[in-house]
Structures are given as C-alpha cells and as structure tokens.
C-alpha cells in the first residue's frame, strides 16, 4: 500500500498568514492527488485535483503543487472559513489512501 | 445537481450486521465508479471498498474484506455495503463518493461526498 504522509498535523495561523501543508508519498503517484477541505460534522469537500487543478466553486487561494511523491497545498491568504482540518488523497493505485489530516487552527 | 444521500446507519451490538444505501442523483449513476470512505470519532479518514461502474471490479480494505460487501443497482441508482460481524472499531461516519467515469476522461476521483450515516459498534 501507498503511504501518504502528511505534515504538519496541525498548525495554528492568522488571518492573512500564508499556510502550507506538505504531503509525501512512499512511491511515485505522479499527479493523482486530491486535497480536501473538512469542517466538523460535515463531508470532506474536494479543493484541489490532479495535484494541482482547481475544483470549480473554490477559492483562487487555494493552490496545489507537485508530482511523484511531494506534494503542497497553500492557502495564499488564510480567510475564517478556512479554519478547517485539511486531507490529501492519493488515487494512484488500490487501496486509495489518505494522510492523516492536517487541522488549521486560529492562532 | 449531484446528490448522494447515505442511509442505514445506526446502533448494532458487536457481530451484527447492517446494510448502508447511497441514493444518487443527478449524474449517470451507471457510467461511474463508487466509494465507500469511513471515519471513526476523532479520527482521519479511511477508504473501505471501491465497485466499478458494472460491478466487474471490487475491492476492499484489509480491515473489512471479507466481513463487508458492496454491491449496487444502477437501475435504482443505488450503491451498498454490507456489514456483517461488525466490531467496535467499524464505528465510524461511513460516506459514499463519486469516483470516477469510465466515458468521462476528464472525471474526478471522489469528486462528490454524500452527508454520512453513523454507524455505531457497541453493546
């Protein structure tokens, strides 16, 4: 299986701040990569596609990066919705795996 | 405008079985393939079992194979999963999602997410 290591796990920010969250594949996925945005109670929501496509409805703050095994996701300008916990999903081979989450937090 | 609505889930005593329904609309249901993603309390996200758009293909988590099973019913517009010899780490907020379409190149993986049904594990 392909592990999907995602970082930090949690980060605490302002708004305004610029935000990155990285995540690393154990083996090259090339491009296949989600990220998703999650707010308490509620569905993970798809922001990015392909590493680096963007979901039709969102913010041109969010962005995605990278292929094979690094990948980024920054928020340009962080906004109060955006307080969230953030996921990367790697559609490359079966099983699809996820990181671990990355939660964004108010500073 | 596309819709998954899950259902089914509920309270189940350790052993049990419960069977999870994901109605779609708003898409050619039969063109795509389907997800099942679960997420126990607290915790991340974990993938559980894939179907293909004919059923051909079926896959599953190592945690479930063999205790769970998808099926759907592309004349219902209707995917499920069975549960059988349920454990108390199954507790989880179970979500179907969209994957992708076998006459659509350009579909997105897991693009569309249903509100969840909460299955709990206990006795």
């Known amino acids: 299986d392909i592990q999907m290591t995602q970082s930090p796990s949690s980060l605490s920010a302002s708004i305004g701040d610029r935000v990155t969250i990285t995540c690393r594949a154990s083996?090259?996925?090339?491009?296949?990569l989600n990220w998703y945005q999650q707010k308490p109670g509620k569905a993970p929501k798809l922001l990015i596609f392909a590493a680096s496509s963007l979901q039709n409805g969102v913010p041109s703050r969010f962005s995605g990066s990278g292929s094979g095994t690094t990948f980024t996701l920054t928020i340009s300008s962080l906004q109060p919705e955006d307080f969230a916990t953030y996921y990367c999903?790697?559609?490359?081979?079966?099983?699809?795996?996820f990181g671990q989450g990355t939660k964004v937090e108010t500073k | 405008e596309v819709q998954l609505v899950e259902s089914g889930g509920g309270l189940v005593q350790p052993g049990g079985s419960l069977r999870l329904s994901c109605a779609a609309s708003g898409f050619t249901f039969s063109t795509y393939s389907m997800n099942w993603v679960r997420q126990a309390p607290g915790k991340g996200l974990e993938w559980v079992s894939y179907i293909s758009s004919s059923s051909s293909t079926i896959r599953y988590a190592d945690s479930v194979r063999g205790r769970f099973a998808i099926s759907r019913d592309n004349v219902k517009n209707s995917l499920y999963l069975q549960m059988n010899s349920l454990r108390a780490e199954d507790t989880a907020v179970y979500y179907c999602?969209?994957?992708?379409?076998?006459?659509?190149?350009?579909?997105?993986?897991?693009?569309?997410w249903g509100q969840g049904t909460l299955v709990t594990v206990s006795s």
């Open positions: 083996q090259s996925i090339y491009t296949h």
């Open positions: 999903l790697q559609y490359s081979s079966v099983p699809q795996t």
């Open positions: 999602a969209r994957d992708q379409s076998w006459n659509d190149v350009a579909s997105v993986p897991n693009d569309y």
